[in-house]
């Protein structure tokens, strides 16, 4: 008999043999009297046995009794995907049964030794560093962005220590988490201290250039320098870039603006989402300012 079995259900027969006569008894009596000698006689139950026949790819198109897997050749030609059903005695069930206790006690003993010996070996590589520690616990404050961030917080939940290189690709990510935090915190910190934008026509506005850049228009058709600029009371207003400043920009390198101070005049409309920040249209009569 091969294969592992999926189902085992008693049927309403029993099996015995006498082994006076040399024959089998099968009733649906237990412990039946053999019909030529009369000796009582000790039977099983019979099951119904279910097995999961299948085999290696190979038994696909393959012929004979030679076979690398454990079939003999009976799968061969057939559907490798085979189940049968067929007899079998409770005795060779509860064989079957106790065998495979066996084995999964055997693989859940060796897998408790593996990850026993892994736990060790982690822990010594985990402590054998200053700040292995802290890159350990930012991998496992999820969740994150990065996709090589994520991979290696599973690499270390599966208890397998990280290359040098992965270990400094993965502190350069938690530098660069870190910073983006603070960044985020210090704009929610202005943010709150903003002042209302200042809203009407023919407003002037002096401030920062903390932001300009290029943008492609919807219609395909060329794009517009963008600036944000940040006055004095916090608030923001977000603009093209007048004509006059353009000429500061060389190369088509919009960033050359940044940092610098601007003053010109717009009509400023406040964002319907933030009190704080604002659009300004047809800007003109722009300069820099020292």
């Known amino acids: 008999m091969t294969g592992m079995i999926i189902d085992a259900k008693p049927t309403p027969y029993f099996l015995a043999r006498c082994a006076e006569c040399a024959r089998p008894v099968r009733t649906e009596t237990p412990n039946p009297p053999c019909p030529e000698c ?36 009976e799968n061969h030609g057939k559907s490798f995907g085979a189940q049968s059903t067929r007899e079998e005695t409770e005795k060779a069930v509860n064989a079957y049964r106790a065998r495979v206790a066996k084995e999964e006690e055997k693989r859940a003993k060796r897998a408790a030794t593996k990850r026993a010996r892994a736990e060790r070996e982690f822990t010594d590589w985990s402590t054998d560093r200053p700040g292995r520690a802290e ?13 090589f961030v994520v991979d290696m917080a599973r690499q270390v939940a599966r208890l397998e220590p990280m290359t040098e290189r992965q ?10 988490a870190r910073r983006r935090a603070e960044e985020a915190a210090r704009r929610a910190q202005e943010a709150a201290a903003a002042a209302p934008v200042p809203t009407g026509k ?39 870039v007048p004509a006059t400043l353009t000429r500061v920009i060389s190369g088509g390198t919009a ?13 400023v ?22």
């Not at 690709?169 to 530098?175: D, G, K, N, P």
């Not at 002037?204 to 058709?221: M, N, Q, R």
């Not at 964002?271 to 300069?287: E, Q």
Request: with cysteine; charged share 25%; aromatic share 10%.
């Open 38 to 73: 009369g000796t009582s006689l000790r039977s099983e139950r019979l099951y119904a046995v279910t097995r999961d026949e299948s085999c290696d790819g190979a038994c696909m198109n393959a012929f004979g009794p030679s076979c690398s897997c454990s079939c003999g050749g």
């Open 135 to 147: 890159l350990l616990a930012y991998l496992a404050d999820g969740p994150h962005d990065s996709s």
């Open 167 to 176: 270990e400094a690709a993965v502190e350069r990510c938690m530098e660069y």
């Open 202 to 240: 023919a407003l002037e506005i002096t401030g920062e250039i903390i932001l300009a850049k290029y943008e492609d228009t919807d219609y395909g058709s060329g794009g517009r320098y963008k600036m944000l600029v940040r006055g004095d009371g916090g608030w923001r207003v977000w603009s093209t």
């Open 255 to 267: 960033s050359e603006l940044q940092g610098k101070r601007v003053k010109f005049t717009a009509d």
């Open 269 to 290: 409309e406040p964002s319907p989402k933030d009190p704080s920040f604002g659009f300004a249209k047809r800007p003109r009569k722009a300069l820099t300012i020292a």
